[in-house]
């Protein structure tokens, strides 16, 4: 079930079924760390399951790349420390104070506050509502933090972007690897899908300026880093 990209990282794909985004696996000297929550407990099982596979150890900790409810349901299924920036906690904060009935939750859809593009599929992945559970996390940053792996690093930085405010990257230099979250994706909470030319703009200067080869997306498979410059480049040139 988890996929190699090289002997310290791992990955189990995305599965739009259910609307489950990419969760990642750094294998440190030290210690792991696992990249995302997933969206429910059974994602994290399955994550897990894929680690047991491969004789991997479970994640010391857990960094989260956005508050988005498939990156982050899987919280309180977790034994790790969960790391997150401010902005994301600040939001998950929010959420941790909903109610999860069909009443709650068409209300939100009302005001707006949620999109049918969640709701659609937080319906299909809790089968039950009452299995939802918010949770806050551990460790919280500001801009950047720098987790020491033993034999490697994780830069862990707030970029924005395009997709939402509270974006984080997880760069590890050593291997040339980048875990991005939805970074680079169109917002969704604006009234409609979109790109803000600005933040897309900004957002490829950073990706240029990092030393990486593989880019590890929340909803697409691996690719290179010449592959994903070019596609966004394109896509501004068309805004």
Request: net charge negative; charged share 30%; aromatic share 10%.
């Amino acid at each position: 079930m988890l996929k190699e990209v090289s002997k310290n990282i791992y990955y189990l794909p995305h599965d739009e079924t259910t609307d489950r985004p990419t969760l990642g696996y750094i294998r440190g000297k030290e210690f792991s760390v696992m990249i995302d929550s997933g969206n429910s407990k059974r994602h994290v099982d399955l994550f897990y399951n894929g680690l047991k596979e491969r004789g991997l150890e479970p994640p010391k900790f857990v960094i989260i790349t956005h508050w988005h409810w498939d990156h982050t349901f899987g919280i309180a299924s977790l034994n790790s420390k969960v790391i997150a920036n401010k902005l994301t906690n600040r939001q998950l904060k929010k959420i941790e104070s909903w109610k999860w009935t069909d009443k709650d939750m068409k209300e939100r859809l009302e005001s707006g506050e949620e999109i049918e593009f969640c709701d659609k599929y937080i319906r299909l992945e809790y089968k039950d509502l009452n299995e939802i559970k918010v949770k806050t996390a551990d460790i919280i940053f500001d801009k950047s933090l720098t987790l020491d792996l033993g034999n490697l690093h994780c830069e862990i930085l707030l970029v924005g972007g395009p997709h939402s405010k509270d974006s984080t990257i997880v760069w590890i230099p050593e291997e040339k690897v980048l875990f991005s979250g939805d970074a680079d994706c169109e917002g969704c909470y604006s009234g409609e899908e979109n790109y803000n030319k600005y933040e897309l703009a900004r957002y490829l200067n950073i990706l240029r300026e990092t030393e990486f080869e593989t880019y590890i997306h929340g909803h697409c498979e691996p690719m290179s880093k010449t592959k994903l410059i070019n596609e966004l480049e394109e896509e501004l040139k068309s805004l």
